[in-house]
């Protein structure tokens, strides 16, 4: 008779060790926190030098020259002596009629070639952004090889195109009775927003380009689902997502806009009887240091500063609240 066979045998379980696990002390988080800290620190150091460099030490020095001035005594003013004058400069910048002149003349020029510029350049984003759009890097490479080059080159060339006795675009014109000089001073201020738009058009729509590009494939095929195509697939959809890119540029516009220098002041230099040395602030504020007034110029840079810093971020807090709101 056959066995049954024996049930197999399991070997006694053995005791497993447990390490235990240690707790960082608070002395070692702190070292080990410290040591981050210095890592940071390190990284950021070479930016924090420039930054404060090449921008929050004029900064300060400039708010510092303007509530000095110079006396100057004796013989031809021979002898000088720095004097705190407290808000006098601020008041004889705000009492500056060509200064004032020249913010809101800036001011105009901005409220309406920023505009067309940014409907431009959004208008040219969509265009390449199209699915029916071919030779899309071409056409971008040609869109923004006007921002590739310099400004005062652009500004030389303008002046050529623009002149009177050489404008190409004059003698189309007067076959059809239209006699316009671009450089007279009532056309000076159109020539200028023109060579500014046609300068900066193309770096705004790489911008609002590249956000287009971030928008999901699974939105538009939604859309087109929803029969939401071509200029309502960009107005209701499109444009909307690409919001901060409009709000960004149109922060960099007016920023530019208070700071226009290079095109006025070659057409200046043309000997253009049309455009004033004083035409923009920073215009104003430059001839008022070649003549010696440095602390004046100094109050109207940070006057002009105050102003471009209120109208940036007032800007940006109106489309905040407006987002909010929506």
Not at 51 to 78: D, E, K
Not at 164 to 183: E, K, M, N, V, Y
Not at 189 to 209: A, D, E, F, K, Q
Not at 281 to 295: A, E, V, Y
């Amino acid at each position: 008779m056959s066995s049954p066979s024996s049930a197999p045998t399991v070997p006694p379980p053995q005791s497993v060790r447990t390490v235990p696990r240690r707790v960082p002390t608070a002395g070692r988080r702190r070292r080990t926190g410290r040591r981050t800290a210095l890592t940071v620190s390190g990284f950021l150091a070479p930016f924090a030098a420039l930054f404060v460099t090449m921008m929050v030490a004029p900064i300060g020095y400039a708010i510092y020259q303007s509530f000095l001035t110079v006396h100057r005594a004796g013989l031809f003013g021979g002898t000088q002596s720095t004097q705190f004058a407290g808000l006098s400069n601020y008041a004889d910048a705000f009492g500056d009629h060509d200064f004032i002149a020249s913010i809101i003349r800036v001011l105009l020029l901005g409220l309406v070639q920023v505009p067309v510029m940014l409907g431009l350049a959004l208008l040219l984003a969509l265009l390449l952004d199209s699915r029916s759009a071919r030779l899309r890097k071409s056409f971008r490479l040609t869109f923004f090889l006007p921002y590739a080059l310099p400004g005062a080159i652009a500004a030389v060339m303008w002046s050529f195109l623009l002149s009177r006795d050489l404008s190409p675009f004059t003698g189309p014109l007067s076959h059809f009775g239209i006699h316009i000089d671009f450089l007279s001073p009532s056309w000076v201020p159109v020539s200028i927003g023109n060579m500014i738009t046609w300068g900066w058009t193309g770096y705004n729509m790489l911008i609002i380009y590249s956000a287009l590009q971030t928008i999901p494939a699974e939105v538009v095929e939604a859309a087109a689902l929803d029969d939401c195509t071509g200029w309502r697939l960009a107005w209701y959809v499109k444009i909307p997502l690409v919001r901060p890119a409009l709000v960004l540029t149109t922060v960099f516009s007016i920023i530019g806009t208070a700071q226009l220098y290079t095109e006025p002041a070659v057409l200046v230099g043309a000997r253009i009887p049309g455009v004033s040395p004083k035409f923009s602030p920073i215009m104003n504020t430059t001839l008022g240091m070649d003549l010696g007034s440095q602390n004046l110029a100094a109050a109207e840079s940070v006057v002009l500063a105050l102003v471009t810093l209120v109208l940036s971020f007032g800007f940006l807090k109106y489309n905040q609240r407006k987002g909010a709101v929506a």
